[in-house]
């Protein structure tokens, strides 16, 4: 069965550091993939998109690959500040449509001063 | 600059109690979504609309019904509230449908709604 698989367990990281998290998939075949931030009591904000014939996405101090070979995408944030604290969604397009985009569980990314 | 505008902010029910989840926006989109989000679980769909008078289901929608009557609003209606639709219930939108078009969703900020 399609599967997206977002580590559960929260991220703790200094400020200052990169942080990194991880968006997995199997089963699917996407061919985008975007990036959300989801504050506590709030919705997501979408933050990038990526295709699938693009490797890696910048803005700003936020960068995002996706390795199709390995079903993976990356998010990090570098220079992270305590303000990046949120929980960050992964949400795959894989036939078109938002009716047929899946989002995974999300990652709490807590950053520490 | 309003966007997705959901109401009620949090709700509690008594089961069988039947209620509607009012959502609006102001950018002119045609494509509206609602979506539960429950602990550990990914967003799920519920429905969603393409244009006004258009509706269909998505992944969950047992117990729910919606309607689109204009382009700016599309409430949600649970019938018979069950302790299952416990969850916090987020309302969407764009302007176009997937992400091929480099398009994005737009949240409103969130039901939470408990059924007791």
């Known amino acids: 069965s399609q599967k997206i698989e977002q580590n559960s367990e929260a991220l703790n990281i200094q400020e200052g550091k990169t942080a990194t998290l991880t968006c997995n998939y199997t089963n699917y075949s996407p061919a985008y993939l975007q990036w959300y931030r989801q504050d506590p009591g709030r919705g997501p904000v979408f933050l990038l998109l990526?295709?699938?014939?693009?490797k890696e996405k910048r803005k700003e101090r936020l960068k995002v690959t996706f390795d199709t070979t390995l079903k993976q995408s990356l998010f990090h944030i570098t220079a992270s500040q305590p303000a990046d604290s949120a929980t960050y969604l992964c949400a795959l397009d894989h036939s078109g449509g938002y009716q047929k985009v899946t989002f995974g569980t999300g990652t709490k990314l807590q950053v520490i001063p | 600059n309003a966007g997705v505008t959901q109401t009620p902010k949090f709700r509690i029910l008594k089961i069988g109690q039947s209620m509607t989840l009012q959502c609006t926006q102001d950018?002119?989109?045609?494509?509206m979504y609602w979506y539960r989000q429950d602990p550990g679980m990914g967003l799920k769909l519920i429905y969603y609309s393409v244009g006004a008078g258009i509706t269909d289901k998505g992944e969950v929608p047992n117990g729910y019904n919606v309607s689109r009557s204009t382009t700016e609003d599309f409430p949600l209606r649970l019938e018979l509230a069950a302790p299952s639709q416990t969850s916090v219930y987020f309302c969407?939108?764009?302007?176009?449908?997937?992400?091929?078009?480099?398009?994005?969703?737009?949240f409103g900020s969130g039901t939470q709604l408990s059924v007791l």
């Open positions: 950018m002119n989109h045609n494509y």
């Open positions: 990526i295709r699938e014939n693009e």
């Open positions: 969407a939108s764009s302007s176009r449908p997937g992400f091929a078009t480099n398009e994005k969703l737009f």
